[in-house]
C-alpha cells in the first residue's frame, strides 16, 4: 500500500510537476490577483501594473545570458567535464572523467559571484536611463506621480536581487536539482500570490504589490544560496575550492557576450510591441494591449516549462556527444509542450471575454482577431524558442545578429504601423519579422546538429512515433 507521504515525496522530486506547479503559483499572480488588479485599479494604474514584467525584462538584460550559461557549464561539470567546451566541434572531444568535477563547480561559484555583482550595477543603470525613458509616459499619467516614482526606485531594488537569485537558482538547476530549485520558487510564489492580492485588496496599489515581491524575492534568495551551499558542503565543496578564475570567465564569456546580444534582441521582438504601445496617450488602450500580452505570454511560458526541466539533461548529453538521448528528450518536450499550448489556447479564445465580463472587469482583451493572431505568433515561437535552447546546449550561439536585426525591424515597423493601424499595425508587424526568419532557422540548426530529418521529426512529433530516424 502507498502512503500518502510517499506520494508527496514522489511529486515534491518529480522536476516535471514541481516546474508546472511553480509556473502554476508564479504567473497566478496573472491568473488569480488580475482580476482583483482590474476591479481595484484605475486604467492608468492597471496599466502601470501591467508594464512592470517590460520593466523587469529591461532589467534582466544586465545579465546578458549569464544565468543560461552558467546552468550550461554547471551541467558540463557536473557530469564529468574537465573544462567548458567553447564550441560545438569540442563536444565529442572534451575530456571527462566518471564523476562529478567539484573543484570546478566550486570555481563557477567563486566567479560568477564577482560576475553578477557587476550584473546588478549595471542593472541599476540600465534603470534609470532607458527604463525611466520607458516608462515616463505612464508614470505622467498617474494620479499620484510621487508614489509612481517611489515604487519605480523600489523597482530598482527588486531587480538587483532578482539577478542573484537568478545566479544561485542557475547553479541549482545545473546541479539536475531542478525539483528542488522549484521547490523554493513554488514556496515563494504562494508568499507572493497571497502578499499581492492583500496589497492589491488593501488599497496599497502598485507600490504595496512591488513591495511584497521585494520581501518574497530576499527570501528567495536565502533559500536558493542555502540550498546550493549544502550540496557543496555534502560533497566537499568547501571555501578553498571557491576561487576566482579568470581563465573560466574566457570560456564563459563567447557564448556569454553573444546570448547577452540575443537578449537585447529578443527583448525588442518580445517588449518592442509593448514599449510602441505604451507610448500612446490612451491609457485604457494600453492597459488592453498589456493585458492581452500578458495572458499569452503567460500560456507561452507555461508551455514551454518541459523545456526547462529537461534543459540540464540536454546539456549533459550534449557533453557526451549522446544524441538518441538528446533526440528523446526534444521529442518529449515538444510534444508536452504543443498539448499544453493548444489546450490552452483554445480555452483563452473562447472562454476569456465571458470571464472577463462575469467578474466586471474595467478593462477586456483585444477583439478575437488580433487574439487569434497573438495566439498564432506565440505557438511558432514556442516551438522555435524549444529548438533555439537545444541547439544553445552545445555552446554554440549562433542567432546574435538575426536577434538584433528582428528586433529593431519589429521597433521600426511597429513605431510606424501603430499610427496607421493602431494595436493591430503593432501585432502584425511583429508577426511578419518573425515569420521571415527565426521562426524557422533554429529548428534547422536543431535538427541538423541531431542529424534528425525534419520529415522524420514531424512524423514523430504527430505521429507520435517513437522512431526519429
Not at 331 to 350: P, W
Request: proline share 2%; charged share 10%.
Amino acid at each position: 500500500m502507498i502512503s500518502t507521504d510517499n506520494i508527496i515525496r514522489k511529486i515534491s522530486r518529480n522536476a516535471l510537476l514541481m516546474t508546472c506547479f511553480e509556473m502554476v503559483v508564479r504567473y497566478g499572480i496573472t491568473i488569480i490577483v488580475l482580476p482583483v488588479a482590474l476591479k481595484k485599479l484605475e486604467n492608468a494604474e492597471l496599466a502601470y501594473y501591467l508594464f512592470i514584467s517590460t520593466l523587469m525584462a529591461l532589467s534582466f538584460l544586465a545579465d546578458s545570458g549569464f544565468s543560461q550559461t552558467i546552468v550550461r557549464c554547471t551541467a558540463y561539470f557536473k557530469a564529468g567535464a574537465m573544462e567548458i567546451p567553447e564550441r560545438v566541434t569540442e563536444l565529442s572531444l572534451a575530456e571527462t572523467q566518471n564523476m562529478p568535477n567539484w573543484q570546478a563547480i566550486g570555481r563557477l561559484i567563486a566567479t560568477s559571484n564577482r560576475i553578477y555583482i557587476i550584473i546588478g550595477l549595471a542593472a541599476t543603470v540600465l534603470l534609470s536611463t532607458f527604463g525611466v525613458g520607458a516608462a515616463l509616459n505612464i508614470v505622467s499619467q498617474q494620479k499620484n506621480q510621487l508614489y509612481a516614482w517611489i515604487t519605480y526606485s523600489l523597482l530598482i531594488i527588486l531587480s538587483f536581487i532578482i539577478l542573484q537569485v537568478s545566479r544561485w537558482s542557475s547553479i541549482l538547476q545545473g546541479l539536475n536539482e531542478v525539483a528542488r530549485a522549484k521547490r523554493i520558487e513554488l514556496v515563494v510564489g504562494v508568499i507572493k500570490l497571497s502578499g499581492t492580492a492583500s496589497a492589491l485588496l488593501a488599497g496599497f496599489g502598485v507600490l504595496g504589490v512591488v513591495s511584497v515581491m521585494i520581501a518574497a524575492s530576499v527570501l528567495n534568495l536565502i533559500l536558493t544560496r542555502m540550498a546550493v551551499r549544502q550540496i557543496s558542503l555534502e560533497n566537499g565543496v568547501h571555501k578553498e575550492y571557491e576561487i576566482y578564475d579568470a581563465e573560466m570567465l574566457k570560456r564563459l564569456w563567447p557564448a556569454t557576450w553573444r546570448m547577452g546580444v540575443i537578449c537585447w534582441g529578443a527583448y525588442l521582438i518580445y517588449y518592442g510591441s509593448s514599449l510602441v504601445i505604451s507610448q500612446i496617450p490612451d491609457a485604457k488602450q494600453i492597459a488592453s494591449y498589456l493585458l492581452t500580452f500578458q495572458v499569452v505570454t503567460l500560456l507561452y511560458r507555461f508551455s514551454t516549462s518541459p523545456s526547462l526541466v529537461y534543459q540540464p539533461q540536454i546539456a549533459a548529453a550534449m557533453s557526451r556527444g549522446d544524441l538518441t538521448v538528446v533526440n528523446n528528450l526534444t521529442l518529449k518536450i515538444v510534444r508536452y509542450s504543443f498539448a499544453m499550448y493548444l489546450i490552452g489556447g483554445v480555452l483563452i479564445y473562447i472562454f476569456s471575454a465571458d470571464m472577463l465580463n462575469l467578474i466586471k472587469a474595467k478593462s477586456q482583451l483585444l477583439n478575437g482577431d488580433i487574439l487569434l493572431i497573438m495566439l498564432v505568433m506565440y505557438l511558432l515561437e514556442m516551438h522555435h524558442a524549444i529548438h533555439a535552447g537545444i541547439y544553445m546546449s552545445s555552446n554554440h550561439i549562433p542567432f546574435m545578429m538575426p536577434a538584433i536585426y528582428s528586433g529593431v525591424a519589429i521597433i521600426v515597423a511597429g513605431y510606424f504601423s501603430v499610427q496607421y493601424w493602431g494595436v493591430y499595425g503593432a501585432v502584425l508587424s511583429q508577426l511578419f519579422v518573425q515569420a521571415a526568419f527565426n521562426n524557422w532557422y533554429p529548428i534547422y540548426l536543431s535538427l541538423k546538429i541531431q542529424k534528425l530529418s525534419f520529415a522524420n521529426y514531424s512524423k514523430s512529433i504527430f505521429l507520435w512515433s517513437r522512431d526519429v530516424r
